[in-house]
């Protein structure tokens, strides 16, 4: 994997600044690219994959707005974490000040498919 070096602040003395390693973003996979791979490896069409993971995504806000994790396997689990500001009493809070986010906790399997990677740091 590519790793560029980002000169940053260092965060325990700001007065410093010391290099981080970043990723390289290689650029991006569609959903067609997915799609195709996956059937070069399967008895699926591309079409057949793209429909089963169009429906997958259109499924995933129904699950997570109802209380529930995704558990995916080896892949990971999905799961929504609110964050809100604070108030003094029940009828202070106000419910529009409440934010959603999806949290990914990769799986076992995942996490060691990414062990032992190698990085070649590159210039920007």
């Not at 070069?40 to 089963?52: H, Q, Y």
């Not at 994790?69 to 892949?75: A, D, K, N, P």
Request: aromatic share 6%; net charge positive; no cysteine.
């Amino acid at each position: 994997m590519k790793a560029k070096l980002i000169e940053r602040k260092n965060p325990q003395d700001r007065t410093k600044k010391k290099l981080y390693a970043s990723a390289v973003n290689a650029g991006r996979k569609t959903l067609r690219d997915i799609s195709t791979d996956i059937s070069g490896r399967s008895s699926l069409t591309r079409g057949d994959i793209e429909n089963v993971l169009s429906n997958f995504v259109d499924r995933l806000p129904p699950y997570l707005i109802d209380g529930f994790s995704i558990q995916l396997g080896e892949f990971g689990t999905l799961r929504i974490s609110l964050s809100s500001k604070g108030a003094a009493t029940a009828k202070d809070f106000n419910t529009g000040n409440i934010k959603a986010r999806i949290i990914f906790t990769p799986g076992v399997a995942l996490k060691q498919r990414l062990q032992g990677i190698s990085f070649e740091v590159v210039k920007k």
